[in-house]
């Protein structure tokens, strides 16, 4: 049985100051470096023969502490900006709250969470979307139907737009799943996806 596991990165810097990070490059903190630890522990005894993350630092340094704690820091990794977290545009770098008391709570709600609604300069989780389920058909799709056990540690809304389609959610749903960071998601592969 085939098995694609997702992480979602620890604790960011940004995360931690309320900040849109969006495609900023942004370090984990020292409580995202222990959600990596517990990520990967939980990992333990799993077989993880690839393993594809962004190309923004916060997911990197997720996967290498993960590897590192499942003894296995050597195996393939491949890096790819279709992975990286949805961007914020014009926001990026601002507080979320004070973005609220400017913009009003509904607005920075909308562009928060809104399938379709992009912030100013910045990506709607369909635009998304539509950049991570093409590459994952292309890239990731074929190895599992190959019986390659995959490890995703990549961002909130490219997670969230992956699970939107293995899961066949529709924009409603895929609006009130939140991903926790360092929490693993685990799928099997036969025919279609199943998650754990």
Known sequence: MTKLFLVRHGQSQWNLENRFTGWKDIDLTDLGREEARNAGISLRGEQIDIAFTSTLIRAQHTLDIILEQIGEPNIPVIKDKALNERSYG??????????????????????????DVAPPGGESLKDTYDRVIPYFEEKINPLLKDGENILIVAHGNSL???????????PEEILQKEIATGDPLIYTYERQFKRL
């Open 90 to 115: 014009d926001l990026e770098g601002l507080n979320k709250a004070e973005t609220a008391k400017q913009y009003g709570d509904e607005q920075v709600h909308i562009w928060r969470r809104s399938y």
């Open 160 to 170: 969230r737009a992956l699970v939107m389609y293995l899961e066949h959610l529709s």
